[in-house]
């Protein structure tokens, strides 16, 4: 639905407010506030908002959890790894979505998609979980036909491809081997009736090869937002973000 009187684009945007976050907890204090950050991308018509609450807090507290489940009118999409603690947060917490990623302590960004298989059994007893609660889940995985078949098998609502290959891609040839890997990715869990979403490394420039991906729904998108609202103002960032997506 349109928020504010701005009609949606066709490709939806969930901005990740992770950096806010981290900009803050670099000295403490409250500066600045990620719950006024989401207000923000709200009034300037986004679909949803994302955040990732680690298990090591780098970011994300569990305050901020809390208080973004309560901003009005938009989208809430928690992303967690399959820890008993970070789970029985989230089932508190009750965002409108859930999204499943993986967790290494040493990286500095989430670097692949789950592996599903090898994870399999504890994924659906969590998708379970969450199903119990009426809240969506997403597999954040690679764009491979196999990781999407096990997360239908996991009775997942939707995936989020990992786009982060494709942005990383150093030259044309593997730009276009990793384009084409998305949009197979996508038809294929259009096929077997997995909603899908993308995000990892988008910015304003590679996000325009994946707008004629037919059956992608949403982006979700922060470092670049983030990094463009430093020079611009976080509206700004939004509204340029929104513009392509249209």
Known sequence: MPFGGIHPPRILLCVNIDHIATLREARGGNEPDPIEAAI????????????????????????????????????????????????????????????????????????????????????????????????????????????????????????????????????????????GRIYRAAKHAGKVGLAVNAGHGLNYKNIVHLLNVTELEEVNIGHSIISRSVFVGLSRAVEEMLDILE
Request: hydrophobic fraction near 40%; charge should be negative; glycine fraction near 4%.
């Open 40 to 179: 923000i991308c709200r009034k300037c018509g986004c679909n949803g908002i994302t955040a990732h609450l680690r298990q090591d807090r780098r970011h994300v507290q569990d305050k901020d959890v809390f208080a973004l489940k309560g901003v009005d009118r938009i989208k809430f999409n928690l992303e967690i790894a399959l820890s008993d603690e970070i789970i029985k947060t989230a089932i508190k917490a009750k965002p409108d979505q859930i999204t499943i990623v993986p967790e290494n302590m040493n990286e500095r960004a989430t670097e692949s998609g789950l592996d599903v298989r090898r994870n399999i059994v504890e994924i659906k007893n969590t998708v379970k979980l969450f199903h119990d609660q009426n809240i969506l889940v997403s597999l954040f995985v690679e764009p491979d036909v196999e990781a999407i078949d096990l997360s239908k098998e996991c009775e997942a609502d939707l995936i989020e491809i990992n786009t982060g290959a494709y942005c990383n891609a150093i030259n044309k040839a593997m730009i276009d081997e990793e384009i």
